[in-house]
T-cell receptor, first 115, second 113 residues
């Protein structure tokens, strides 16, 4: 069975540009969450979507947006990129909407470098 | 405001011995805890979890202990193997309307052959 797949795996963008990251969850999982991991830190929550609805949002600026499609895949969009947006962006899928009492499974991540 | 703390950035253990990784939390609303392992250039891999109604959960070589009064959990790996060398993240979540994990900063485990 395919796990969580993310594309692209690596990306280099220039400051001020826009980026779209994509995620396909595990088959049967309806919840997708996005996390940002900068070097030396743990993943930081950005968004969670369940059944195409936003269920949670972390402390990130409005430049960050996301959506979930009818097939439960998801996109994370970041506008007006800053150098500080350089990070590993992780997508996680889970069966339930709540992150309590259920484990989430992560993709391999997209390494975004902003220059 | 670091709600989940892993105070040891790194740990070295001899192969075959026990590895003990520690995690502290401050939010008493957390009721579910997880450990993830991460290799370079890969996403975190789920290892083991524990609900706050338990104080121990075991899965093969991995055991997680939860001390709610101390707001402390630990991951024991016995016996440690060189393939266990990775960064280990502790994560916590609350069932009270939140939809996210809060992660610690990670502990890099090195198992020496």
């Amino acid at each position: 069975d395919a796990g969580v797949t993310q594309s692209p795996t690596h990306l280099i963008k220039t400051r001020g540009q826009h980026v779209t990251l994509r995620c396909s969850p595990i088959s049967g999982h309806k919840s997708v969450s996005w996390y940002q991991q900068v070097l030396g830190q743990g993943p930081q929550f950005i968004f969670q979507y369940y059944e195409k609805e936003e269920r949670g949002r972390g402390n990130f600026p409005d430049r960050f947006s996301a959506r979930q499609f009818p097939n439960y895949s998801s996109e994370l969009n970041v506008n007006a990129l800053l150098l500080g947006d350089s990070a590993l962006y992780l997508c996680a899928s889970s069966f339930l909407s709540s992150q309590s009492n259920t484990e989430a499974f992560f993709g391999q991540g997209t390494r975004l470098t902003v220059v | 405001d670091q709600q989940v703390k892993q105070n040891s950035p790194s740990l070295s253990v001899q192969e075959g011995r026990i590895s003990i990784l520690n995690c502290d939390y401050t939010n008493s609303m957390f009721d579910y805890f997880l450990w993830y392992k991460k290799y370079p250039a890969e996403g975190p891999t789920f290892l083991i979890s524990i609900s706050s109604i338990k104080d121990k959960n075991e899965d093969g070589r991995f055991t997680v202990f939860l001390n709610k009064s101390a707001k402390h959990l630990s991951l024991h790996i016995v016996p440690s193997q060189p393939g266990d060398s990775a960064v280990y993240f502790c994560a916590a979540s609350a069932s009270s309307g939140t939809y996210k994990y809060i992660f610690g900063t990670g502990t890099r485990l090195k198992v020496l052959a």
